[in-house]
């Protein structure tokens, strides 16, 4: 688009008057011309006379969505740059958004400079589209965020739509790197082709070469038969290598030659066997330190960080935690064939103060563990327990020592050793006592007095239980 001396115009599609109204009062704050549409229909009857020069459209409208408005207007005027906006910032709208054309896709609620900033960008930036029709995207429910780290994630795998590059994924562990490796091939031209995940850390290293290359008939002591290694199970399609980090400095090498070749031997070959695979690599550590301390490779280094994306933890994303509580509850719920569970308010507030060191898949685990250990349909944060940001509540700990004491109890019958209370109540007093006296630092009054005894009680019982 040519940069002249008029003033920019900017058309803007939304059903929802508090966002055209906020819009246009900033674009013509800032000096830009604007139009507004209530619905998308309208929008395309009005373009005839004359296009604008960037389109700001909401995704969920009555009538014509903003993505079946991206296709319309890519056939008319394919140099419109169209920026995306949408409540409902999910995975399939950001990819739908890249893969229709947008120049941008933007999460509500946004921050009204940067939608200000984004408007005069897409106006530079001549507005090219992308060749490939929107298509029916596959559901990656798990990958679930609003958060603005989450939104950037989904972006870069938007960008990448139509792309067979190299990525590298960064990220603590639990962060789902793999989902994001799994939806990057899934929106890429090889989502009919295999893809094939392998975590080279759980491998032993003088295994991993046969399990990455395959072996031939004999190539070594129990190699019976010819093996078929991953890279070519994923011929065609892609090889995602997880914890690559770990990776001996031997097959470091021997992967570097395999991404510039595009060939490789299997292990006892002696004919090289080519192919074509797309490898996104995953790792938790800190690769250019590694490079450093000469722990990696650095030219590897630099061929698999051709794109880099990067999984937020989950602290990073608290806002997100509800919605991932109530998915992965629903899916708890489903494998044990019982009703899905709510969470109270007091509870949630306690779960998203967590620090959730094991990021999403402690959550994970953590909600199949809430469907089976809460007691009610609602989770309370009596239900919470302290390794997950419960508090130790009197209740929830006479439930817990109560349980450790039924046990017991439980086991002595079956030993035959009764009666009960012959051996636990000695036990117990003198547990009670020796916490009292801990508490007061020995003296025998103040104890006394926390137990709900006299002096004269408490010191003839120490006497009893041999505590002088």
């Not at 008939?217 to 011929?235: M, V």
């Amino acid at each position: 688009m040519p940069v002249t001396d008029a003033p920019l115009t900017t058309w803007i599609v939304d059903d929802d008057q508090s966002v055209r109204w906020v819009l246009e009062k900033a674009l013509k704050q800032a000096d830009i011309e604007t139009r507004s549409f209530e619905r998308a229909e309208h929008l395309l009857e009005a373009i005839d006379e004359g296009a604008p020069d960037v389109l700001i459209t909401d995704v969920r409208m009555p009538g014509m969505s903003g993505i079946a408005l991206l296709d319309r207007l890519r056939g008319s005027v394919p140099d419109l740059p169209i920026i995306v906006i949408t409540a409902h910032s999910d995975l399939e709208n950001a990819v739908a958004a890249y893969k229709g054309g947008a120049f941008e896709y933007l999460p509500k609620p946004f921050d009204i400079d940067e939608a200000v900033e984004l408007v005069r960008k897409a106006a530079r930036a001549n507005g090219k589209v992308g060749d490939e029709p929107p298509s029916a995207t596959s559901g990656i429910a798990s990958m679930i965020g609003q958060a603005p780290a989450m939104q950037e994630v989904f972006r870069s795998i938007g960008r990448l739509a139509g792309s067979s590059m190299t990525v590298l994924i960064t990220g603590e562990s639990g962060t789902g790197k793999e989902l994001v490796a799994r939806a990057l091939h899934d929106h890429s031209p090889r989502a009919d082709k295999t893809f094939v995940a392998l975590n080279t850390s759980a491998i032993a290293s003088e295994l991993l070469e046969s399990e990455l290359f395959g072996h031939e008939k004999g190539a070594f002591t129990g190699a019976d038969s010819r093996r078929i290694g991953r890279f070519e199970q994923a011929d065609g399609g892609t090889l995602f290598l997880d914890e690559i980090g770990d990776m001996s400095p031997a097959l470091q090498t021997r992967l570097l030659r395999v991404l510039a070749e595009s060939e490789f031997y299997r292990v006892g070959g002696q004919t090289p066997i080519k192919v074509d695979v797309r490898v996104i690599a995953a790792t938790n550590q800190d690769l250019a330190r590694a490079v450093k301390e000469s722990r990696f490779r650095e030219d590897l280094f630099h061929r698999l960080n051709v794109i880099r994306i990067n999984t937020p933890p989950l602290r990073q994303r608290r806002d997100d935690i509800p919605l991932l509580l109530k998915h992965y509850l629903a899916e708890a719920a489903h494998e044990l064939g019982a009703a899905a569970k709510t969470i109270d308010d007091q509870a949630m507030h306690a779960l998203k103060a967590f620090a959730w060191p094991g990021n999403v898949r402690q959550l994970v685990n953590a909600s199949r563990r809430l469907t089976v250990t809460a007691p009610g349909s609602v989770i309370t944060a009596e239900d919470i327990p302290s390794d997950l940001g419960g508090s130790e509540s009197p209740k929830r700990a006479a439930k817990e020592w109560t349980r450790v004491l039924a046990t017991w109890a439980e086991r002595q019958l079956h030993d035959g050793d009764a009666p009960l209370l012959d051996t636990a109540l000695p036990e117990f007093e003198k547990t009670l006592i020796e916490t009292a006296m801990s508490q007061t630092n020995g003296r025998r009054q103040e104890a006394a007095k926390l137990l709900g005894w006299g002096r004269n009680t408490l010191a003839r019982k120490m006497k009893a239980l041999h505590l002088d």
